[in-house]
């Protein structure tokens, strides 16, 4: 199963994913320019 192999051991809610793009929209990250989110639960390729 491909979600044990996740650093995380689970597989991705949806609601997960879609808290990157609702969080560049809040007020909150109003002063934050120039940034990558990465969103792949702590697994990289390289």
Known sequence: M???ESPMKRGV???EVA???AS???DS???AT???I???G???LI
């Open 2 to 4: 491909a979600a044990l």
């Open 13 to 15: 809610n949806p609601n």
């Open 19 to 21: 808290m990157g793009p």
């Open 24 to 26: 560049l929209a809040d």
């Open 29 to 31: 990250f109003s002063f």
């Open 34 to 36: 120039g940034n990558i």
């Open 38 to 40: 990465v969103i792949d």
């Open 42 to 44: 702590g697994t990289v």
